[in-house]
């Protein structure tokens, strides 16, 4: 199942929507981990458009909730930006709203990002032929900060992502192997059977990885555009 929220809009389109939220993440004295608040938002938004897009859903519309205060205001823009910019992606209007009658000790941000689709939901089904790989390392907290180059591009994601035949998922804190686990209608996988040098169950915090399923005729196209952050998953 995706994290998604799929709204018929017309007799053509939906509307789908998909959010991300992040706490104790940023400037403030209270934050676990602290980083730029352009950093925040930017991966924030990652999640929830790799989301929208993955269901496939063109972006047009993100809202910002700030908990951060006004000062951050225009940072956590700029991460926005910064993602729209890597995926291409023109025209997409941006709103929202700052808590600033109260100060938190602790930066809290949501995203919500807003798309439309004329295709309908896909579910998948394996089969003998179904071929996985995870795109991007499983990356968390100060890990990301400091492996952030092992982090699977937005560019590179939408590149996979629009590949015909090809179905993707971003895997978030749950892991790799309970998002595996909500991409096919008929199959549940274990750990045993999965084969691979990442780990199936650690979080990927901001979606710094992603699964592909693909058949047979598509693995030398998608090892060909993933590189250096392609990981297969055998059974």
């Not at 390392?137 to 992502?161: D, H, M, Q, T, W």
């Not at 998002?179 to 008929?186: A, D, H, P, S, T």
């Not at 169950?201 to 090892?223: H, N, Q, R, W």
Request: hydrophobic share 40%.
């Amino acid at each position: 199942m995706r994290d998604v929220l799929r709204i018929p809009f017309n007799s053509e389109e939906s509307i789908v929507i998909a959010s991300d939220n992040s706490g104790a993440i940023g400037l403030k004295s209270g934050d676990a981990v602290k980083v730029p608040y352009e950093m925040v938002s930017y991966y924030s938004f990652r999640v929830a458009v790799m989301e929208c897009m993955a269901a496939g859903a063109e972006p047009f519309a993100v809202t910002l909730q700030n908990f951060c205060g006004d000062e951050a205001w225009q940072a956590l823009i700029d991460g926005i930006r910064k993602g729209l910019a890597e995926l291409e992606l023109d025209g997409v209007s941006i709103t929202g709203s700052t808590e600033s009658n109260f100060s938190l000790s602790q930066s809290a941000i949501g995203i919500t990002v807003l798309g439309k689709t004329r295709e309908n939901m896909y579910e998948p089904v394996y089969s003998d032929q179904t071929m996985l790989a995870v795109i991007g390392v499983p990356l968390v907290g100060n890990e990301l900060v400091e492996r952030e180059e092992e982090a699977a591009p937005l560019s590179l994601f939408k590149k996979i992502c629009s590949l015909t035949d090809v179905v993707t998922m971003p895997v978030g804190s749950r892991g790799i192997l309970s998002e595996l686990n909500g991409l096919f209608l008929n199959k549940v996988f274990t750990e045993p059977e999965i084969h691979t040098s990442l780990n199936l169950l650690k979080s990927s915090g901001p979606s710094t990885c992603f699964i592909a399923a693909y058949p047979e005729g598509k693995k030398d196209e998608v090892m060909a555009l993933a590189g250096r952050y392609f990981y297969e998953l055998r059974g």
